[in-house]
Nanobody, 119 residues
Framework: QVQLVESGGGLVQPGGSLRLSCTATGSGFTIYAMGWYRQPPGKLRELVATITNADTTTYADSVKGRSTIARGNGRTTVDLQMNSLKPEDTAVYYC?????????????WGQGTQVTVSS
């Protein structure tokens, strides 16, 4: 089994910065890609950023240029640094991982962490 544990959410003023972290725990798995999605109030879940094992990154246009995604040491951690935050960044942020576990590929999600951008 694979679990994703998130941290770093909270209340931030407009223009501020925030760093979200996610660690994958378990055993016997191989991570192919990790990333972050978010679900704003009343809207569908949407991509924020992803990063593959080759460190290829993808960003949503809405966060491009003010966000950076990176894998941590041991390659089981993914961090998302977000700067110049806007009220429209308010959402529940979910960590995501595409994983191979005992020869079976699957997608895993964290429990979500609330980010609120407000003065």
């Amino acid at each position: 089994q694979v679990q994703l544990v998130e941290s770093g959410g909270g209340l931030v003023q407009p223009g501020g910065s925030l760093r979200l972290s996610c660690t994958a725990t378990g055993s016997g798995f191989t991570i192919y890609a990790m990333g972050w999605y978010r679900q704003p109030p009343g809207k569908l879940r949407e991509l924020v950023a992803t990063i593959t094992n080759a460190d290829t990154t993808t960003y949503a246009d809405s966060v491009k240029g003010r966000s950076t995604i990176a894998r941590g040491n041991g390659r089981t951690t993914v961090d998302l640094q977000m700067n110049s935050l806007k009220p429209e960044d308010t959402a529940v942020y979910y960590c995501y991982a595409r994983v191979g576990l005992y020869g079976v590929d699957g997608e895993y999600w964290g429990q979500g962490t609330q980010v609120t951008v407000s003065s």
